[in-house]
């Protein structure tokens, strides 16, 4: 079975601050990839990273960073310097072989909350 | 370029009746996705197409839901008769093939249509 777990709910952080969404996944796909999508209040998802598993190289893109850690399942993401535009839901997703890599697999998702 | 767009952005409807969503995908995308979320938990998958035929309809909770795509362009998905548990945000999105030149094609999300059973 696959599943994508965030176990945080919701996180409100103070503008600056730097914050951490987790993200842990389980899969017996020995090929898959993960996501995260970012859903601003307009509503629509919004692609920010895909990370397939043989790559665990870690990813800085300006304030956001991405460490996948195989051996832990999972796919953290943190936000550096946070800002009030990152007010979001923030949903990290898994897409294996056994479907196709065509059905992502997502978490419930976590609000965050950045305030001035 | 065009994104996703999905119609209607908001709907609220009674038990019992009838709703239909429509999907436009990103134009030359002939792959296309229906999710649902329902009351702030996981976002799932409901079913895929491949230009009109149904790649994968796994995720169709019942036979309440239909979903179509004639002509492999817009897509529908039907709830008759609409029930409280239905209700929720359903969103569409759209690729390319799944990999081309071995590069991963990431999936395209619409807005969502939010749905109110009553």
């Known amino acids: 079975a696959q599943k994508v777990t965030q176990a945080q709910t919701e996180i409100s952080v103070v503008e600056k601050e730097d914050v951490t969404l987790d993200c842990v996944y389980e899969t017996r796909d020995t090929t898959y990839y993960l996501f995260w999508y970012k859903q601003p209040p307009s509503g629509e998802l919004v692609f920010l990273i895909r990370r397939n598993s043989f790559d665990e190289q870690n990813e800085i893109s300006g304030r956001y960073s991405w460490n996948f850690q195989k051996s832990t399942s999972s796919f953290n993401f943190t936000i550096t310097a946070s800002q009030v535009v990152d007010s979001a839901v923030y949903f990290c997703?898994?897409?294996?072989?056994?479907?196709?890599?065509?059905?992502?697999?997502f978490g419930a998702g976590t609000r965050l909350a950045v305030h001035p | 370029e065009a994104g996703v767009t999905q119609f209607p952005s908001h709907s609220v409807i009674e038990k019992g009746q009838t709703v239909t969503l429509r999907c436009d995908p990103i134009s030359g995308h002939d792959n296309l996705y229906w999710y649902r979320r329902v009351m702030g938990k996981e976002i799932k998958f409901l079913l895929h197409?491949?230009?009109?035929?149904?790649?994968?309809e796994s995720g169709m909770p019942n036979n309440r839901f239909l979903a179509e795509r004639t002509g492999g362009t817009y897509s529908t998905l039907k709830v008759q008769p609409a029930e409280l548990e239905d209700s929720g945000v359903y969103f569409c999105?759209?690729?390319?093939?799944?990999?081309?030149?071995?590069?991963?094609?990431?999936?395209?999300f619409g807005p969502g249509t939010r749905l109110t059973v009553l």
């Open positions: 999105a759209s690729s390319q093939d799944s990999f081309t030149g071995g590069n991963y094609n990431e999936q395209f």
């Open positions: 197409f491949v230009k009109e035929s149904k790649q994968d």
């Open positions: 997703a898994l897409s294996g072989i056994s479907g196709g890599y065509n059905k992502l697999i």
